[in-house]
Nanobody
Framework: QVQLVESGGGLVQSGDSLTLACEFF????????MGWFRQAPGREREFVAA????????YYTDSVKGRFTISRDNAKNTVYLQMNSLKPEDTAVYYC?????????????WGQGTQVTVSS
């Protein structure tokens, strides 16, 4: 069973930087596309960034392009989200997600989430 554990959240000021980490357990990490989602109070969960198992060009939602960077270290079974120039609008619970495509369909796993709060 795959398990994801996020860390690195906290309370920061507008303009600060923060790095989130998601450690992967229970499977072949390199087979999984990894992503970050976030959910603010009263809002729907939204996609933030994703990166394929072997790396390559990451995908980002428009609101974080140029500020956030997703990366992965397959030797450490960990995916990261480097967040720069943080804004109050970035305040949310950030969730790590792992996806794998098999012949019968896609299986997804979610982490427990880590809180990021950005004050103005």
């Amino acid at each position: 069973q795959v398990q994801l554990v996020e860390s690195g959240g906290g309370l920061v000021q507008s303009g600060d930087s923060l790095t989130l980490a998601c450690e992967f357990f229970g499977g072949a990490f390199y087979d999984y596309t990894m992503g970050w989602f976030r959910q603010a109070p009263g809002r729907e969960r939204e996609f933030v960034a994703a990166i394929r198992g072997s790396g390559g060009t990451p995908y980002y939602t428009d609101s974080v392009k140029g500020r956030f960077t997703i990366s992965r270290d397959n030797a450490k079974n960990t995916v990261y989200l480097q967040m720069n120039s943080l804004k109050p609008e970035d305040t949310a619970v950030y969730y790590c997600k792992a996806d794998i495509i098999r012949a019968y369909g896609t299986t997804a796993y979610w982490g427990q989430g880590t809180q990021v709060t950005v004050s103005s």
